[in-house]
């Protein structure tokens, strides 16, 4: 059974860091790309960094590159925040992906049940 279970969501001030976390089972980081997503009141769910280590390739969005870091250790893969502003406030998920066709375009097979950031002074 594939599971996903993010961690580390919390409110911090404009400038602060988060480190978000996705445990995963069910399913080898070897053979699947793991992205995390955000999504904000209003507004669509955006792909935002993935990490494939078949490919051994990482991908950031151009809103957060420079300041995210992705990484994985074992089974488990992080997004190191850095330098938030308040428009990073978001629920964000972590997914496995099946395909990535293109910038934006993956192909979810399952969806971590998100955790909350808030940042605001």
């Known amino acids: 059974q594939v599971q996903l279970v993010e961690s580390g969501g919390s409110w911090v001030q404009p400038g602060g860091s988060l480190r978000l976390s996705c445990a995963t089972s069910?399913?080898?980081?070897?053979?699947?790309?793991v992205g995390w997503f955000r999504q904000a009141p209003g507004k669509e769910r955006e792909g935002i960094s993935y990490?494939?280590?078949?490919?051994?390739s990482t991908y950031y969005v151009a809103s957060v590159k420079g300041r995210f870091t992705i990484s994985r250790d074992q089974n488990t893969v992080y997004l190191q925040m850095n330098g938030l502003k308040p428009e990073d406030s978001a629920v964000y998920y972590c997914?496995?992906?099946?395909?990535?066709?293109?910038?934006?375009?993956?192909?979810?097979?399952?969806w971590g049940q998100g955790t909350q950031v808030t940042v605001t002074s």
């Open positions: 997914a496995r992906l099946l395909n990535i066709r293109g910038r934006g375009d993956w192909e979810v097979g399952d």
């Open positions: 069910g399913f080898s980081l070897d053979h699947f790309a």
């Open positions: 990490i494939n280590t078949y490919a051994g």
